[in-house]
């Protein structure tokens, strides 16, 4: 096994009664982050979208092999296509594809095969992970890659929240068009689409409730 370079971790120290309100400041901030689908179109300056994905790249992932690749879209032109794409696909799986069940299921989102908001956005930000890498011509296995590219985009996602942005994760199925749209390598897999935005005026959301700490925590 190679020799491994090793710095030391500077860590962050904190009073408890001062870690219990870092705790409860965080949850307060991040239990009103919510799905937006209504955008307004006004721009996002660059460097706040490059640093929302440089933040992202920070997450953890299998062997450090960090098997994402973060695609920004900006384009109108290119964002036309996705959302043309998208909603083909769509309107397949909302007439056929999917279950009575899960349509049931979406009925209170209201939610339907029509994707204006992929136009509307002033970036998309598709994410891609890739099961292996190719160096100097040479393949270079990746390692939880799910696992590790989900991480990263829980990353973007409270990034994108932290600097007053909003978005949606969005899953059209089969999502292939992505790569071909970007002209992505073979090796790339498309993971997420995720528009990012800020909201538009009087913005409505379903009033929806998070599960309580006794259905998802179980003490050993």
Known sequence: MADSAFIPYEAYSFSEEEMKKRAHALFEFMDHRRTVRDFSDRPIPGEILEQIIRIANTAPSGANKQPWTFCLVTNPLIKQKIRLAAEA???????????????EDLAHLGT?????????????????????????????KNYY????VGLACGFLLTA????GLVTLTHTPSPMNFLQEILGRPDHEKPFLLIPVAFPATNVMIPNIHRKNLDEVLFYY
């Open 112 to 140: 339907d095969w029509k994707k204006p908001f992929l136009e509307i956005a002033p970036a998309l930000i598709v994410v891609f992970r890739k099961a292996y890498d190719v160096v100097d011509g040479k393949k270079k």
């Open 145 to 148: 890659v799910q696992e590790s």
């Open 89 to 103: 696909e769509e309107y397949e799986n909302y007439h056929g594809r999917m279950s009575e069940e899960w349509l």
């Open 160 to 163: 994108i929240h932290h600097v």
